[in-house]
């Protein structure tokens, strides 16, 4: 996808993502404690099942499941072939859904830049370029950077990203109830610093329910001339009587306080933790055309 290309779809119509992966695994029989990408590439059934879900409730852009397939990441798991196993997660995701967007899901690497830990920014950039020029060579029409909690992990990122490919590039930025990241960068701080580097969209997604992040899109859009993502959680996480995680809302209300999300300069919208295909057939049946 060219950069043009993108600018041009997300200027005609809300553009739709897609919403959880993990949580939606566990559920397909996904163990804890796994290497999450290696299990995706030994049971491939369980992530075409769900994304093809994905697209046919109407979503736009589906991620490639390469959300902690980089090379620090991977390491702990004993995996040392990067490349290959973005290229294989990759190739899962386009042979489901040949007719979708498949976006390269980049996002923290456990490491810690200076001067909060001793890996140099230039080093940082080595680790995602990486990873980004796997997921390019593996054919994804754009970069879908996510979940970053530090501005400097973003920007090297989106850095990596502009010197490996010329795909459209979008960053989302999770947040805590303070309305900075963990690492304390406010929303005008990241879009800022983010349109600077060319990225082509910004936004944040986790972070909370639809119902707590008009703060922060609010002094995204007094800033933006990008168009803004909202990917957030179906609610508050709860704990069931059998231990299991839930989330507070369903996928009515989630999607009836988009309304008021839309009217702030949002053209990208999906869903994180909790949410599931039917969250995202009721975002498109009230906002699709």
């Not at 099942?49 to 991977?74: C, H, M, V, W």
């Amino acid at each position: 996808m060219k950069r043009e290309d993108f600018k041009e779809l997300v200027n005609s119509r809300i553009v739709f993502m897609d919403g959880a992966t993990g949580s939606n695994l566990i559920k397909r029989g996904m163990p804890g404690g796994v290497c999450v990408e290696q299990w995706i590439v030994d049971n491939p059934e369980a992530i075409t099942g769900l994304q093809k879900e994905y697209r046919q409730a109407g979503s736009d852009i589906i991620l490639a499941p390469t959300f902690g397939a980089n090379r620090p990441l991977l390491t702990k798991h004993g995996i040392d072939d990067v490349a290959g196993l973005n290229e294989k997660l990759v190739g899962i995701s386009r042979r489901a859904n040949p007719d979708a967007y498949i976006a390269g899901d980049v996002s923290m690497t456990g490491l810690m830049v200076e001067p909060l830990g001793d890996t140099e920014f230039e080093e940082l950039i080595s680790v995602y370029k990486e990873q980004i020029g796997a997921l390019v060579n593996a054919g994804v029409d754009l970069i879908d950077i996510e979940t970053m909690i530090n501005l400097e992990d973003a920007k090297a990122a989106v850095v990596a990203a502009k010197e490996v490919c010329d795909l459209p590039v979008m960053v989302t930025m999770s947040y805590t109830e303070t309305g900075r990241t963990m690492y304390g960068n406010s929303p005008v701080e990241v879009i800022n610093a983010l349109q600077k580097l060319g990225v082509d969209a910004c936004g944040l997604n986790c972070s909370a329910g639809p119902d707590n992040v008009l703060p922060i899109i609010k002094e995204l859009q007094a800033k933006a001339n990008v168009p803004l993502i909202v990917k957030p959680n179906a609610g508050l996480p709860q704990t069931d009587k059998d231990g299991n995680t839930v989330y507070s809302m369903g996928a009515r209300e989630f999607a009836d306080h988009f309304e008021e999300i839309l009217k702030y300069g949002v053209r990208i919208i999906g869903g994180c933790c909790g949410t599931t295909p039917e969250y995202i057939r009721k975002l498109h049946d009230r906002y699709g055309v």
